[in-house]
């Protein structure tokens, strides 16, 4: 994890953000000591995300469009174990809105508990092309409301 990655990770504000979607942990979820495996909390922030465009009709997951988000850097901080049976409200926010890319931050709670926090950056991609093509703006006016200062 670069320097730049772990500045951000520790800024993240420990709070609830702005969108938020119910994670129920499951069984499968844990790892040998009980808990919930490291890499489940990427898939919580993806589930989360895809939820959020899906809400939105931004992007069509029913179908290939050209064009669309990718993952260009993805970081984690865990902060506390989770164990079963577990809700964790999985929570984001834009925190950088660019003409090709837009960033999300999340925080992940477990009632009172932050326990996971990650940082995002997403490139909006033409597919065929293999190139960043500029974010649509029925995307930019739906990612605006969900704007956070950190």
């Known amino acids: 994890m670069s ?3 772990k500045k951000i990770l ?3 504000p420990l709070k ?3 969108y938020s979607i119910q994670q129920k942990v499951s069984w499968s979820d844990l ?5 919930v495996n490291h890499t489940k909390y990427p898939v919580y922030f993806e589930n989360a995300r895809t939820e959020f465009f899906s809400e939105r009709d931004v992007w069509n997951t029913q179908q290939i469009e050209p064009t ?3 993952v260009h850097e993805l970081a984690v901080q865990f902060r506390s174990q989770v164990r079963f049976p577990a809700t ?4 984001i926010g834009i925190s950088k809105l660019g003409s090709r890319k837009f960033e999300m931050i999340c925080t992940m709670w477990n009632e009172n508990d932050c326990v996971c926090t990650a940082h995002g950056e997403f490139l909006w991609i033409h597919f065929e092309r ?5 974010l649509p703006a029925r995307l930019i006016d739906a990612l605006k409301p969900f704007a956070v200062d950190f």
């Open 10 to 12: 520790s800024s993240i």
């Open 68 to 70: 669309g988000p990718v």
């Open 88 to 91: 964790l409200e999985v929570t």
């Open 16 to 18: 609830r953000l702005p």
């Open 31 to 35: 790892d040998a000591f009980a808990h």
């Open 3 to 5: 320097v730049q990655e």
């Open 130 to 134: 293999g190139i960043p093509v500029r």
